[in-house]
C-alpha cells in the first residue's frame, strides 16, 4: 500500500469478494488482509446479495461468472437498493462476452487473467474517487 492510498482511506476498509474459484478467493482474501483490510468471502452471488443487505463494504469485489447469480445479475439486483446504488464494485471476468455492455462508470472491468496486486490497488482507487459515498 503506497502512502497515497493510506491516506484517503478508512483506518480498516471492508471488502466484499465474491470468487467461485476457492484457489483465487483465498489468495485475494490473504492480500487484503495483508493490506489492512477487513474481508467477507462469498462463494455467489446469491450469499453475496444476502451479505451485502446485511451489512454493505466499502467496496464490492465480484466475478462475473458463478453459480446462482452471476456477478452482472448481482449487480443489476443492487440498483434497486438505496443502500448498495453506489457501492463501488470492481467486476472480474476472463470471458469477454461477460463484460459487453457494462456501463464503466459504474463499476470497474478487471479483466483475468490478472496481478493479484492491481486488485488492491483498483479497490484502494475505488475509495479515494470523487464523489464516493462515505
Do not use: Y
Request: aromatic share 2%.
Amino acid at each position: 500500500m503506497t502512502s497515497a492510498h493510506a491516506s484517503h482511506v478508512p483506518s480498516m476498509p471492508s471488502v466484499l469478494l465474491v470468487e467461485d474459484d476457492p484457489d483465487l478467493a483465498e489468495l485475494l482474501q490473504e492480500l487484503f488482509v495483508q493490506v489492512g483490510w477487513t474481508v467477507r468471502l462469498e462463494h455467489n452471488g446469491a450469499d453475496a446479495l444476502r451479505s451485502l443487505k446485511e451489512s454493505p463494504p466499502d467496496v464490492l469485489v465480484t466475478d462475473c461468472m458463478m453459480p446462482q447469480m452471476s456477478g452482472r445479475e448481482l449487480v443489476e439486483l443492487m440498483k434497486g437498493d438505496p443502500r448498495l446504488t453506489h457501492l463501488p464494485v470492481i467486476l472480474m471476468s476472463g470471458a469477454d462476452s461477460m463484460l459487453q455492455g457494462i456501463d464503466p462508470s459504474h463499476q470497474t472491468i478487471l479483466r483475468k487473467p490478472f496481478d493479484p496486486e492491481a486488485l488492491v490497488d483498483m479497490a484502494f482507487e475505488q475509495l479515494a474517487a470523487p464523489g464516493r459515498r462515505h
